[in-house]
């Protein structure tokens, strides 16, 4: 036998390499690496910013425009408009002046922003930090009793509107907060704006914020009631952006391209912010345009892509973007390098790489208000669809600030242990609700919870979790933890329904139905039946137009989709999921796309509330399975169930 002496130096070499790939493929050492020198300068910049009373943002955009090397570095692309980091900062000045002068914007004073994405907001935003002010970023969407509230939890007395959605801003909102100011930043404004002197407030009204202190108010998208204001933090922003732009290498010469909601923490913070930090360029458009992302992706040159929710499924939706001279399929002409968000579906995830020639997805795993993340950048199929990895160094490092525990589906709280009241860790693999640690001793450190609120603050924080005392906060969410240290969304509490005395993940059935070639999207819930225990199965569909019989001048299909494709949906159900997690309802929903917010999140209780009752669900039609395949459910069907007619 031979031995390593008399082995040649080429066969040892290669040997070796095997052996540490090995190695390092098993315990996933080198992403540890990576993700910890994402964190650790990150956290030793944010310390020497607060050490020199800098952590305010407006810090940072005066470094950038006043140095050489970045003064004249393209900071915002918006439409056809382009401004250096030294134009940013010229024109920020001058609306923080306007601020102080004409408006009387007070240091520490919230004012709030009704805003579509634009230069002006971001003008804005810079310039309520420079004064030492606050900015609540309201969702553009609303209008009536959620605007109202909104603008009440924000203590705001001046709430400064994009005119686009000024509409919004009804006699019922002006009487319900009539010692509230609304003006429209109307373009012979933004004139009188740009005529004030550019003069720099005193570092008086900013240096003496703390990491605690309050950078902005965002707001939760109250899916399931009204939404709640997030109290966030400047260490919180400047962590996640920080570590956002180290994990994805963001460049001075990357354009970082969003289409997402800057109202929204995804947009804000971990788009924005996060390019601010990085010192590159930030490219954004009014809303999001599934038929014109891509252009806009080409046409500001971007290198990075912002998603969230059903976005990427939404592109993929759209038919090839062909040059009308050269006929050239431009779906592969860009130069993105990396797709980052949260929210891409394991059935669309590698579908949306191939088509558009997209290289890595860095999904993550946050809430706005929350005090941890995780993180995926992913190459390969080894994380598709995890929200979240790590290998054994980096996990022995956070594992004990991070813990996915048993859940009760039906008070929809942690599970504790009868004898030691304790809540129990799931098994590796089975699912829970994910928690992340809290400092016991001085939580406001970690989470500083929903600004007003104390009562829905509390909430989030669970005491006595593992030991007496300790304080864990609580996602919300279900997640499962594999073996091989990546972490899986399951479902958001309250949509994990029980049925036949089992509890369903929305998330899995909906991946499922999703997968299947005349699926365009699929929003699962459980909805209540008469005469029945539990919620059934329940998918409202969005089904391709080639499946029906025609489609419309809109290119959405019109009347009963083919008996063929109903039974193919059937069949594939009936093989992919187990008996008791069958959608055994499909509700077929008008138009391109299911309930949604404003970040392409699935909507549910609206859907949940209306069930299928035909009286209910308006023109949508509904199907039942029956006899291997989905047959048309109305009136008469509604009747022999709720008669006990039939027993599902």
Not at 248 to 254: A, G, H, R, S, V
Not at 490 to 517: C, Q
Not at 605 to 632: F, I, N
Request: aromatic share 10%; with cysteine.
């Amino acid at each position: 036998m031979a031995t390593s002496a008399s082995l040649p130096l080429p066969v040892l070499l290669a040997g070796g390499a095997a052996a540490a790939a090995y190695t390092n493929g098993r315990t996933q050492f080198s992403y540890d690496l990576k993700l910890l020198s994402s964190v650790i300068p990150t956290s030793i910049i944010l310390n020497w910013r607060a050490y020199r009373g800098r952590v305010n943002f407006f810090y940072r955009l005066e470094d950038l425009a006043t140095a050489r090397a970045s003064a004249n570095r393209a900071f915002v692309l918006f439409e056809d408009k382009s401004y250096t980091y030294a134009q940013t900062y010229d024109i920020v000045l001058r609306y923080a002046n306007w601020l102080k002068e004409r408006r009387g914007v007070k240091k520490d004073e919230i004012v709030a922003l009704d805003f579509q994405n634009t230069d002006t907001f971001i003008f804005l935003l810079f310039a309520l930090w420079a004064l030492g002010a606050k900015p609540a970023l309201i969702n553009y969407n609303l209008s009536g009793k959620p605007l109202i509230h909104c603008v009440k939890k924000s203590t705001s007395r001046l709430v400064l509107v994009d005119p686009t959605v000024l509409g919004n801003v009804g006699e019922d909102v002006r009487a319900e907060l009539s010692g509230v100011s609304f003006e429209a930043v109307t373009p012979e404004l933004e004139g009188q704006i740009l005529g004030m002197e550019p003069i720099r407030p005193p570092d008086s009204l900013r240096n003496e914020a703390t990491q605690t202190d309050m950078a902005m108010v965002i707001y939760t998208s109250g899916t399931t009631g009204l939404p709640k204001a997030a109290y966030v933090s400047w260490a919180k922003v400047a962590m996640a952006a920080g570590f956002t732009a180290r994990l994805n290498e963001t460049k001075t010469t990357d354009v970082f391209y969003t289409a997402m909601p800057l109202y929204h923490s995804t947009a804000m913070i971990l788009g924005f912010v996060h390019t601010l930090l990085a010192g590159a360029t930030f490219a954004t458009s009014r809303k999001f345009s599934s038929s014109q992302f891509f252009d806009e992706v080409r046409r500001h040159n971007a290198t990075m892509i912002q998603y969230v929710g059903e976005t990427c499924r939404y592109l993929l939706a759209t038919p090839p973007k062909i040059d009308p001279v050269t006929g050239e399929n431009l779906d592969r002409k860009h130069n993105v390098r990396v797709a980052f968000g949260n929210g891409l579906r394991p059935d669309v995830w590698n579908a949306f790489k191939e088509r558009f020639g997209i290289d890595t997805i860095s999904e993550f795993y946050g809430a706005t208000e929350g005090s941890f993340a995780t993180w995926n950048l992913s190459r390969n199929d080894f994380s598709m669809g995890a929200v979240g990895r790590n290998g054994a160094l980096y996990n022995m490092l956070v594992a004990h600030n991070l813990a996915i525990v048993e859940l009760d589906i039906e008070t929809e709280l942690p599970l504790r242990d009868p004898k030691t009241k304790f809540c129990r860790r799931v098994p590796r693999g089975e699912p829970g609700e994910l928690i992340f640690k809290l400092p016991a001793d001085n939580i406001h450190s970690r989470f500083q919870g929903y600004y007003g609120d104390e009562e829905a603050t509390s909430k989030k924080i669970m005491r006595n979790v593992f030991k007496k005392g300790d304080a864990w906060f609580r996602t919300g969410d279900v997640m499962r933890w594999d073996n091989q240290n990546r972490i899986f969304f399951s479902d958001r509490i309250g949509d994990t329904f029980r049925w036949k005395s089992e509890n369903v993940s929305t998330a899995e059935v909906a991946h499922v139905l999703g997968s299947h070639p005349a699926v365009l999207e699929a929003n699962v819930y459980g909805v209540e039946l008469p005469r029945h225990e539990g919620r059934a199965g329940c998918a409202a569909v969005v089904l391709k137009p080639d499946v029906f019989a025609r489609v419309g001048a809109t290119g959405h299909g019109e009347g009963e989709p083919s008996a063929d494709t109903l039974k193919s949906i059937a069949q594939h159900v009936l093989g992919g999921l187990p008996k008791y997690a069958l959608p055994l309802f499909l509700r077929l929903v008008s138009g391109d796309s299911v309930q949604i917010t404003g970040t392409n999140k699935h909507q549910k209780h609206v859907l949940r509330t209306e069930g299928v009752d035909p009286k209910k669900v308006g023109s949508d039609l509904v199907y039942w399975l029956r006899d291997g395949t989905y047959q048309r459910f109305g009136p008469r069907e509604w009747r022999v169930l709720a008669g006990g007619q039939v027993k599902l």
